[in-house]
């Protein structure tokens, strides 16, 4: 059996509406690799059967009512209770079989952040032409506008030291979709390319109805890229949770 390793870790999952994955998604989690491992479900008010599932599978649900994807994260991130924070979305899309490899390689190569790259090892049908051709688009306008080196602007599997977070310059800013590229752009100026790398993993056809807006979503990842590169990118929240978010902690998630 693998050495266990002696470290708290926090897989991090945002949902709204996930019943049809987020068992899955908890299921494909390995266990008995690290001291602690935390599954933290950030919830946005789902309507369906998504929180019930996920405390039967023994997760963490924190219920998050500000609306976004990025909310979610900017949430999460600040309650998480490890040391390593891994994200993931519940939708049996990201690989999570990969995520003891992700950690001990964060920890042995001395690294602070790891984005994944779901483009290059994409499995067929994961994803539509369209949303193909719109992150490659926003993957290109990211590389252009940055000079970051990041082939996949738009993936939301990371792994990082809770850490960097404690620098302020490392928060990510934006409370919706456009937050995954904002870490990758914080990550590569304020730790570095040395400390922040891309691995790619493999990417598979999401279980359950997605929610995205391709046109909605597309445009403001967009916008965001552009109005961030010259400084006109605002906070519209603060960090961390309301003093008021239920929490399965405090026995008050129904």
């Given at each position: 059996?693998?050495?266990?390793?002696?470290?708290?870790?926090?897989v991090?999952?945002?949902t709204?509406?996930?019943?049809?994955?987020?068992?899955?998604?908890?299921?494909?989690?390995?266990?008995?690799?690290?001291?602690?491992?935390?599954?933290?479900?950030?919830?946005?008010?789902?309507?369906?059967?998504?929180?019930?599932?996920?405390?039967?599978?023994?997760?963490?649900?924190?219920?998050?009512?500000?609306?976004?994807?990025?909310?979610?994260?900017?949430?999460?991130?600040?309650?998480?209770?490890?040391?390593?924070?891994?994200?993931?979305?519940?939708?049996?899309?990201?690989?999570?079989?990969?995520?003891?490899?992700?950690?001990?390689?964060?920890?042995?190569?001395?690294?602070?952040?790891?984005?994944?790259?779901?483009?290059?090892?994409?499995?067929?049908?994961?994803?539509?032409?369209?949303?193909?051709?719109?992150?490659?688009?926003?993957s290109?306008?990211?590389?252009?506008?940055?000079?970051?080196?990041?082939?996949?602007?738009?993936?939301?599997?990371?792994?990082?030291?809770?850490?960097?977070?404690?620098?302020?310059?490392?928060?990510?800013?934006?409370?919706?979709?456009?937050?995954?590229?904002?870490?990758?752009?914080?990550?590569?100026?304020?730790?570095?390319?040395?400390?922040?790398?891309?691995?790619a993993?493999?990417?598979?056809?999401?279980?359950?109805?997605?929610?995205?807006?391709t046109?909605?979503?597309?445009?403001?990842?967009?916008?965001?890229?552009?109005?961030?590169?010259?400084?006109?990118?605002?906070?519209?929240?603060p960090?961390?949770?309301?003093?008021?978010?239920?929490?399965?902690?405090?026995?008050?998630?129904?």
């Open positions: 059996m693998a050495e266990v390793l002696p470290i708290s870790v926090t991090i999952l945002p709204y509406n996930e019943e049809a994955a987020v068992g899955l998604t908890i299921d494909s989690i390995p266990t008995g690799w690290c001291e602690e491992l935390e599954i933290l479900i950030v919830d946005g008010q789902s309507k369906d059967k998504t929180r019930e599932i996920a405390l039967e599978k023994g997760a963490r649900v924190h219920v998050e009512p500000r609306k976004g994807y990025g909310r979610a994260y900017r949430t999460g991130f600040a309650i998480a209770k490890g040391d390593y924070i891994v994200t993931m979305d519940a939708d049996c899309t990201y690989p999570a079989e990969e995520v003891p490899a992700l950690v001990t390689r964060l920890i042995e190569e001395d690294l602070d952040f790891i984005t994944c790259d779901r483009l290059t090892k994409a499995e067929e049908g994961s994803m539509s032409g369209l949303h193909g051709f719109g992150n490659w688009v926003l290109f306008t990211a590389r252009m506008l940055y000079w970051y080196g990041i082939k996949d602007s738009q993936s939301g599997m990371w792994v990082f030291r809770k850490s960097i977070m404690d620098n302020p310059k490392m928060r990510p800013t934006n409370d919706g979709m456009p937050l995954s590229q904002e870490m990758k752009i914080l990550a590569r100026k304020v730790l570095g390319k040395k400390k922040a790398i891309e691995v993993v493999p990417y598979r056809e999401r279980v359950g109805e997605a929610v995205i807006h046109w909605g979503d597309g445009w403001k990842n967009l916008r965001f890229l552009y109005f961030k590169r010259i400084g006109l990118n605002r906070t519209r929240t960090w961390g949770p309301l003093d008021d978010n239920p929490d399965s902690i405090n026995g008050d998630v129904v």
